[in-house]
């Protein structure tokens, strides 16, 4: 739980917009219910006087995290000020508790409980919970154990004098690095002490290694993959995500033949099946790459499918493996319609949504499915572990569901395991920017309502498709990742002639870009093919659609809103477009405006699955960014609509641009080399994510 990430300066010019209690009410809300009158009078109060005195202090760009409760913690913290620290250049952290009250009297019956005025049960001295949460920061379990950082707290009581409060200050108040406590009469000493707690300088990396600590940022999967170098993996499952990797791990000891060591498991067998749901970003993909990179290390025999060509295509480039080496252990859910001898240990099936109803080879001559998709998975393996998240369903017949994975299952006798993944890491950890989206595009009950930013993630709108491109292209060019994508609303031409020319296929008035190359090779200026538009910095200058850019992230990202959804006076409205081939030039051209897709408005299409596939496709689009969207709709009317919903740009700490951001929240663009095609010598491997 986070409400906000922001400089004192900057909640200060928030507030004066009258948007800082709006905003963490709305965060509150997501996280506890509606939030009560004295909670908003206290952030409209002790938040401001707080950063107020920062900006006394000589502190205004102090990072202030409010209402911060890392996974694990019994109670949030009113405040972290996170920087750096200016005797020991460690990060400095200082946790505070705020309080309004005026006066307290100490209760008769129990020494370590006070009466507040106003409050009508006893409250214990606010160091005691500082002091939980320090224990809980710094414990062996704790987000900052084993770290060098200096680490204190205080209560600062803005409205109160030292007479009015004196009892907190007695011989049996709680002592160690969060007992103080500060008054309006001891504010110049409070004043002095951030100084030398805190320096002016280097508060935003600090911030920005914490929130990886926590887990609110996370390494994006590609970056986490090429960064890796066998040490570990890079990838830190945490809460939910470790918990559902120990049991696949406790499961495949049991099935592959020492039950010994799961004696909780003897219901098992000799085959299981695990099945995790969960949102974009989730971490499903970072459990399903961990379990294969320990599995593979202990000699099991494991492989890891998908259903999306662009995904695997990425991770192949960003690992740098030779053909025949990836194609031997990342695999298509079609490659098992003849089931490997032996049986897998472990199959890990990502994207399970993406599953067909029968296996398909687009040469006649190869083998064809005889029966239903996930049976031909079932068969491959003794322990089938499947990540899937429906609302990224994009195709009518995907069918992958945790209905048709349990069915299955209990076919063959076997009662899977379901897991549910609630915490996100996409979208900068943003939680309150993925219900924004569910909302918007009608894929919860909320109703639609005006963005909040939170510190963590920022959209905005663009009044033209230039403007967004100007956008997107400038954090670029700065060296940020950044790609553009678009609804499926516009034809897609193959290239044209032998230089395989793009035909710029997608038109809003006088503006004119072209798709991802329809293209299994480069094309005319070294355009690289579909499946490594989103990895390739080549691509950056094509647009991107729902297939090639679905499992993918990058720092920015412009969506272009075509006119397959669009908002009509209270609703969403849904179009099916239609396309003809020009007689002059060969190309296909609008004829009506709507959803090109070829898949989604086939006529055997119902109307309830094409606005499923299309809400879900722009859904997929929407969570693509990492630290900002830009958005823009060549329809007028849903252009209007969407400027309500995102408003007015925050430009006040919250506009993630890459030239503010620090050195430690960047991350390069670069790849590693690949091997050369078809290598398969393991002396010639590079130490990586399966080193292990």
């Known amino acids: ?120 049960d ?141 004696p909780m498991l003897t219901d098992v067998g000799r085959k299981a099946v695990f099945i995790v749901t969960g949102g974009a970003g989730s971490g499903k993909s970072a459990i399903g790459l961990q379990l294969m990179a320990e599995f593979e290390a202990k000699g099991l025999s494991v492989q890891y499918a998908s259903g999306s060509r662009a995904f695997n295509a990425a991770m192949q480039d960003h690992v740098g493996f030779g053909d025949r080496e990836f194609q031997s252990r990342f695999r298509y859910f079609s490659s098992y319609i003849n089931p490997p001898e032996p049986r897998l240990d472990v199959l890990i099936c990502d994207e399970a949504h993406r599953m067909r109803e029968r296996s398909t080879n687009p040469r006649p001559w190869m083998p064809q499915g005889k029966q239903p998709q996930i049976d031909d998975l079932l068969d491959a393996a003794r322990v089938t572990v499947f990540l899937l998240d429906t609302s990224q369903s994009v195709r009518p017949k995907e069918v ?41 595009l009608g894929l919860s009950d909320d109703k639609p309502y005006l963005w909040r930013p939170d510190g963590l993630m920022h959209i905005e709108m663009a009044n033209s498709p230039e403007e967004l491109v100007r956008l997107v292209r400038t954090e670029f060019c700065a060296g940020a990742s950044a790609r553009i994508v678009a609804g499926f609303s516009w034809p897609w031409n193959k290239p044209v002639g032998k230089e395989k020319r793009l035909e710029k296929d997608v038109r809003i008035g006088g503006w004119e870009w072209p798709w991802n190359a329809d293209s299994t090779s480069r094309c005319e200026n070294g355009v690289p093919p579909s499946r490594l538009w989103g990895v390739r910095d080549e691509g950056f200058d094509q647009l991107g659609c729902v297939y090639t850019s679905q ?103 919250l506009r993630p641009a890459w030239s503010n951001l620090p050195e430690v929240a960047r991350r390069s663009r670069s790849r590693r080399s690949r091997k050369g095609r078809g290598s398969s010598n393991k002396d010639a491997q590079q130490p990586g994510l399966f080193s292990l």
């Not at 996974?71 to 009113?78: H, K, L, N």
């Not at 949460?133 to 109160?160: I, Q």
């Not at 929130?211 to 390494?219: A, D, H, M, P």
């Not at 349990?406 to 950890?429: S, V």
Request: net charge neutral; aromatic share 8%; proline share 4%.
């Open 1 to 120: 739980m986070l409400l906000l990430k922001l400089s004192a300066k900057d909640l200060l010019a928030l507030d004066r917009r009258d948007r800082l209690v709006p905003h963490l009410a709305a965060r509150w809300k997501h996280f506890r219910g509606s939030s009560s009158e004295g909670e908003r009078e206290a952030w409209a109060e002790s938040l401001i006087e707080l950063a107020k005195d920062l900006i006394a202090a000589d502190r205004g760009d102090v990072q202030m995290l409010v209402e911060c409760r890392p996974t694990g913690a019994d109670a949030p913290v009113d405040v972290m000020l996170v920087g750096r620290h200016p005797g020991t250049g460690a990060d400095s952290f200082q946790l505070i508790e705020l309080k309004r009250w005026s006066s307290v009297t100490r209760l008769e019956a129990d020494a370590a409980a006070f009466i507040v005025p106003g409050i009508q």
């Open 122 to 262: 006893p409250k214990l001295h606010p160091a005691d919970q500082l002091g939980r949460f320090y224990e809980f920061l710094m414990g062996d379990k704790g987000p900052l154990r084993g770290l060098s950082v200096e680490c204190g707290g205080f209560t600062y009581l803005h409205n109160a004098r030292d007479e009015s409060v004196r009892p907190l200050f007695g011989p049996d108040a709680p002592t160690g690095p969060c007992a103080r406590c500060y008054t309006l009469d001891s504010r110049d000493e409070m004043l002095k002490d951030l100084q030398e707690q805190i320096a002016e300088e280097g508060s935003d990396a600090a911030a920005e290694r914490f929130l990886k600590r926590i887990g609110v940022r996370n390494s994006p999967l590609l970056d986490a993959m090429t960064s890796s170098r066998g040490e570990d993996t890079v990838f830190t499952l945490r809460g939910q995500q470790e918990r559902v990797a120990q049991d696949v791990r406790d499961a495949v000891t049991s099935v592959t033949g020492d039950p010994s060591r799961a």
């Open 400 to 440: 992958g569901t945790t209905q048709l994975i349990e069915e299955a299952a209990q076919r063959r006798g076997i009662r899977p395991a379901r897991y549910r993944l609630q915490k996100q890491f996409r979208c900068g950890g943003s939680e309150a920017y993925r219900h924004w989206v569910h909302a918007l």
């Open 551 to 653: 499992g993918l992230e990058w720092d920015w990202c412009g969506v272009i809103m075509g006119e397959d959804m669009v908002w009509r006076t209270d609703r969403w409205v849904f179009q099916r477009g239609k396309i003809k081939k020009d007689r002059e030039s060969g190309l296909w051209r609008i004829e009506r405006p709507g959803s090109c897709d070829p898949k989604v408005i086939a006529s055997s299409v119902d109307e309830g699955s094409f606005q499923s596939c299309v809400r879900n496709a722009y859904h997929v689009l929407l969570t693509r960014a990492s630290r900002a969207a830009v958005v823009y709709s060549s329809d007028p009317e849903t252009q209007d609509y969407l400027k309500t919903c995102v408003g007015k740009v925050e430009n006040q700490g």
